[in-house]
DNA sequence: AGACGTCATGGGAACGTTACCGCACACATT
DNA sequence: AATGTGTGCGGTAACGTTCCCATGACGTCT
């Protein structure tokens, strides 16, 4: 109460106490090594008596590890983004470690800033969603790196942890088949990112298993956003089409633009519209009809990030690539055409 | 590259290549004191030159400041705790400070464990939504500290950001009258939690400011998750009522429970009930109809908690207490009574 | 019985930084 | 010419911890 302003107790404070040297209580406090019961139960009660807290910032300093790790992804108020922090974060926490959490904002300028503030506060590793493309900087200082997210792909010599894409499109297009629809049409990100790539490619392998031309899929572009979504199935609204049209979307947050502007062109989903997203924010589960996703393991992808940190720590570095698996959330955006009308499937796919 | 495992330079390499002492070295590189323009701009290149980057674990050893700061939220992964961790990394990040984030998930246990991390780790200061009633050991070690959330009332001697819950209410409040709704239902988080007594209050003295009497309001209690919302509106509907049903519910999960048992009993949001939501999460955007709802600034309360905190660590408690402002955000979740049928007003209200 | 090993403990250095003190020199003042 | 004043710089201690080595006591083996 009223001591508030005293100086915290260390570990001579202890030592004094308990009447031995600091060697003596730091041997007592450490637990191990060649020490009488009697003193380390001395030295326990002199710490606990004291209130003594061991100083992080000196075994830092003396042992050269601060017991940090750093996490900078694009934006911890994103969902997904949040999830994996709170996977990261449990995990480090559950090895006596603390997270420090940073947001990027997809800038590299910024990424830059806090690699560089997370190298200054001495983190023993760092878990990035690389923005940028050079990180010669991270080499230089031998600074233990993982990566996150499909983006990591660029960077073949450091450990990454992602979700399984290739199993995941694998997943949402096995389901879509089993509903009744062949060939949806699809609704991925810009150009430029590696993640459409990724889909894509997988998307075919898909195919061709299947027998079916990948070239006759509908494709749409657009941002990775509510808006990129609504104005990508516009298009494909506008485009001639037959029958019940089916669309797998590359990210929650197309898939949810993509239901409004269904309703928009006042069509209705999944009676006209079967729409299939991919991320598994919490959002999906509000929206009417809920949407029908696969799911990433966000909270997943964080633990073994830091896990896989842990190895890079110790330089014992066994996998250098995991890929997460992902799962079906089935909720009411599709419609069931193999039940309710089986001779008319997915509009371009047949006839 | 290849030198990854070198020894990080210290300030006594960079002394070594300018040919001047560390003392020199130090003061130079700190910008202030007594120091030549020449030997500064040579220490600086040699600096740069060796890659010298100051160890702050070793700084804050000697100065007794980490530049660390501690954040314990109920979770991480919930929008509106994001949203104001995220509010409070820029701010802290702005005053070249690091956020150490941790999640309770309102176990006063994994609280105090968390807060004991922090001590250690030995942060400037922490903020903290507070589960426990106990903070004996915050002041005991003299951690600065300031809280957010509603429950942070219940300790008049610390600091606290939250938000303005009598404004917040009166928006909503009015803007309900407004739409023609004069007394809504009330759907409120369990009796045990404060935040539900400062909500009520807010709404007993709209009332009586309004001439009408809070006791005609009908009001349902439940969890503060999507199904204690969807178990209360089911008991709302279950009593008896005439015409149009207005709710407001003390959080948008609840909102959106409730908008979910309105669909599931066969009725139409907006058109046979109406429903006000309370926090302003992202997924109120998703839904069908969109929640209109009072949104509570997280990004802002972050920010604030920051400074706050760091007035208290300069011991200049200016500020006990702070309520930031929140705002409606209008989507269609509410019928407009007022201009379509003027004379058939909220049902318990009138006649 | 003497040499030697084992064990509990104490003393000191080191981690990288900054604050304080002291020294030497230049210049202005009496 | 002797004294004060200021300025640039170097030396050293200190922050709290852990690790290594030295010391002394005790027990054991030949």
Chains 1, 2 share one sequence.
Not at 149 to 166: H, L, N, Y
Not at 258 to 267: F, K, Q, S, W, Y
Request: charged share 25%.
């Amino acid at each position: 109460m009223g001591q508030s302003r005293t100086r915290r107790p260390t570990i001579i404070d202890v030592a004094e106490r308990a009447g031995v040297s600091k060697s003596t209580a730091a041997r007592a406090l450490a637990g191990s090594s060649n020490i009488t019961d009697e003193t380390r139960e001395r030295v326990v009660a002199a710490a606990t008596s004291v209130g003594y807290e061991r100083n992080h910032l000196a075994v830092g300093m003396r042992s050269g590890r601060s017991g940090m790790l750093g996490l900078v992804i694009p934006d911890i108020a994103n969902p997904f983004w949040a999830d994996v922090a709170r996977g990261a974060q449990d995990r480090a926490a559950r090895a006596g470690a603390s997270l420090l959490v940073f947001s990027s904002d997809w800038d590299p300028k910024a990424e830059a800033t806090h690699l560089k503030t997370l190298r200054r506060a001495r983190v023993d590793g760092a878990i990035v969603n690389p923005v940028s493309d050079n990180f010669d900087d991270l080499d230089r200082f031998g600074l233990p790196c993982v990566f996150i997210g499909s983006s990591a792909e660029r960077f073949p010599d450091i450990s990454s942890v992602g979700s399984d894409i290739a199993q995941a499109v694998r997943l949402g297009l096995d389901h879509l088949v089993a509903k009744g629809h062949r060939a949806p049409a699809l609704i991925l990100g810009p150009k430029s990112r590696l993640a459409r790539a990724r889909f894509l490619r997988a998307v075919h392998e898909h195919c061709i298993e299947r027998d079916v031309d990948p070239a006759i899929l509908a494709i749409e572009d657009g941002e990775y956003t509510v808006e990129g979504g609504r104005q990508a199935m516009r298009r494909l609204l506008d485009r001639p089409r037959v029958g019940h049209l089916a669309v797998f979307a590359a990210n929650d947050l197309m898939a949810l633009g993509a239901m409004m502007a269904v309703r928009d062109a006042g069509l209705d989903c999944p009676r006209d519209v079967s729409i299939l997203g991919f991320d598994g924010i919490p959002s999906g589960e509000f929206a009417w009809p809920g949407l029908t996703t696969v799911a990433k393991p966000g909270r997943d992808i964080g633990e073994k990030a830091v896990e896989s940190l842990f190895d890079e720590i110790q330089h014992k570095p066994e996998h250098r690539r995991i890929y997460m698996p992902c799962r079906l959330m089935e909720r009411g955006s599709l419609a069931d055409l193999s039940i309710a009308a089986p001779q008319r499937v997915a509009g371009a796919g047949r006839v």
